[in-house]
């Protein structure tokens, strides 16, 4: 009995592990910008392989794989958002332009600010005098 409801929560798994994983490359191909892009794969990969990873934990079901399995899990939900974090940010400020349609850019000022000053750097946009700069709207 538990033998049959445990292979179907492995299934479910797989394919919903999988599914994330295809949107996530659906993204990557699909959307528009480098912004957009970084977010897709962060999201739904690290969903989709946190899925995956369940799925063998359960089919193994050993201390060892579970516990290696989990401490992965803990490990990519850890550094993948923070990864994608460093990738945009560093994107942003070497110029890499966002998508056409975006309406609002809040760190506008930031940029603006260090090809004023390069020697002086701005930590964050509330450093700034909010007269001074482009204006947020793209």
């Known amino acids: 009995m538990w033998t049959d409801v445990l292979q179907a ?4 798994a797989i394919i919903v592990g999988v599914f994330f994983m295809f949107v996530a490359s659906l993204g990557v191909l ?3 910008d480098f912004y957009l892009r ?3 794969p962060t999201k739904a990969a690290t969903l989709g392989l946190a899925f995956l990873l369940v799925a063998v934990a359960i089919n193994v079901g050993e201390k060892t794989v579970v516990t290696k399995a989990l401490l992965a899990l803990l490990f990519l939900a850890a550094t ?3 990864g994608a974090h460093l990738l945009s940010r560093a ?3 070497n110029g890499v332009p966002p998508a056409a349609d975006t309406e609002l850019d809040e760190y506008a000022p930031v940029p603006y600010a260090r090809k004023l000053d390069p020697l002086k750097e701005p930590l964050h946009a509330h450093d700034l005098d909010p007269d001074s700069g482009p204006p947020t709207r793209v």
């Open 91 to 93: 994107a942003y400020r």
């Open 30 to 32: 699909r959307l528009s």
């Open 80 to 82: 993948a958002p923070v």
């Open 38 to 40: 970084i977010h897709a």
């Open 9 to 12: 929560i492995e299934i479910i």
